[in-house]
């Protein structure tokens, strides 16, 4: 699996709009982008996942650049509950799917 | 949706016990589960890969012998902590591979155990 690079941490007001950047420059072309958040002393949470094209889901949208190497997740209007930190994978997706390798993600602090 | 549970969500025990840890698969089945370990303020760390019916492939690091991995059924995976002392006091997570037409991507995580030993 891709190694991804994300920020350790970023800050977002409440309310507004959360992008959450995240490099991926070796991905192959079989390799799906995913994004989870774990809120503390929780399993990952499934948040979003693509190939190359954008995507949106009642949680948020991602946002993959032309070339793939780069990736952001949108979450539309942060409220505190969104506090976690999001890891960005990078996988094969489908029943061959394989382990998941988790980087340090970025913490996200929602402020009131 | 697909729904991945781990039992106990705690334990507490003492150095030298063994402990068991469930990871179950509730309304789908998957040939291959994930064993993640989780320290405080770090990421997951990728165990080991169980496959039902075969001996789970470890990670570099990661000593087979003490943590024990059985994978008997389509959904459920066992990882045991043999001999447990303070240093594997961890947050054990757990993922299965489902069918990727679900929500989730065909990867599904459990809520985790915290596991103490005294």
């Known amino acids: 699996d891709a190694k991804t690079t994300q920020p350790p941490s970023m800050d977002c007001a409440e309310g507004r709009a959360a992008n959450l950047p995240c490099n991926h420059s070796t991905i192959s072309g079989n390799e799906y982008v995913y994004w989870y958040r774990q809120i503390h002393s929780q399993g990952p949470q499934y948040i979003i996942h693509?190939?190359?094209n954008n995507e949106t889901n009642e949680m948020a949208s991602l946002i993959i650049t032309e070339d793939r190497k780069s990736s952001t997740l949108i979450l539309p209007h942060a409220t505190l509950r969104d506090t976690a930190v999001y890891y960005c994978i990078v996988r094969v997706a489908g029943t061959n799917a394989g382990k998941s390798t988790f980087g340090d993600g970025t913490t996200l602090t929602v402020k009131p | 949706g697909a729904v991945v549970s781990q039992h106990p969500s705690r334990v507490i025990c003492k150095s030298g016990t063994s402990v068991k840890i469930e990871c179950r698969s509730l309304?789908?089945?998957?040939?291959?589960m994930f064993w993640y370990r989780q320290f405080p303020k770090q990421s997951l760390m990728l165990m080991a890969t169980?496959?039902?019916?075969?001996?789970?492939?470890?990670e570099q690091g990661v000593e087979k012998d003490k943590f024990l991995i059985n994978h008997a059924s389509l959904t459920l995976s066992t990882l045991t902590v043999t001999s447990a002392h303070p240093e594997d006091s961890s947050f054990y997570i757990c993922?299965?591979?489902?069918?990727?037409?679900?929500?989730?991507?065909?990867?599904?995580f459990g809520p985790g155990t915290r596991l103490t030993v005294l």
């Open positions: 309304d789908f089945q998957a040939t291959t």
């Open positions: 693509g190939l190359k």
């Open positions: 169980s496959n039902e019916g075969s001996k789970a492939t470890y």
């Open positions: 993922s299965a591979r489902g069918d990727p037409g679900l929500a989730g991507g065909g990867l599904y």
